[in-house]
């Protein structure tokens, strides 16, 4: 069983990673429909496939109980997934602008995601390590 954790916790790190760079991806490719270099149809394909990687995180996180954090962050990323894909067909344009402020927040939540994926590999203590301070270290 402990086998099983580890393979799915590792599944949703690489996942964690490829979504991470997806969104970046997205933001380019927004900026390429907007700035006219070519049209917005890979922004919408992109998105779909964020949101169906953020279920699958959700869904991983879920299965091989990758710890209450990545639980969490993949729960939250599901729901800001939902929002984003709800704003652009909000019909007050001010409501609908949100779509950029919540993708700001759906990368923070990404990459918050994918540190947590990342220090999850570390034995022992899963939170970042603070170095001492230089005084302490000569004793």
Sequence with gaps: MRSMRKIVSRLHAGLSALTLVAVIAQFYLAGVGAFGAASYQAHPITGDLIALASLLLLLLALAGWVGRARVALSAV??????????????????????????????????????????????????TPVVAEPIEARGR
């Design 77 to 126: 990323l599901v729901g800001l997934m939902v929002l984003q894909m709800a704003l652009p067909n909000v019909s007050l344009r001010w409501v609908a602008a949100a779509h950029v402020l919540n993708a700001l927040a759906i990368l923070g939540v990404v990459a918050q995601l994918f540190r947590a994926s990342a220090m999850s590999g570390r034995r022992g203590d899963r």
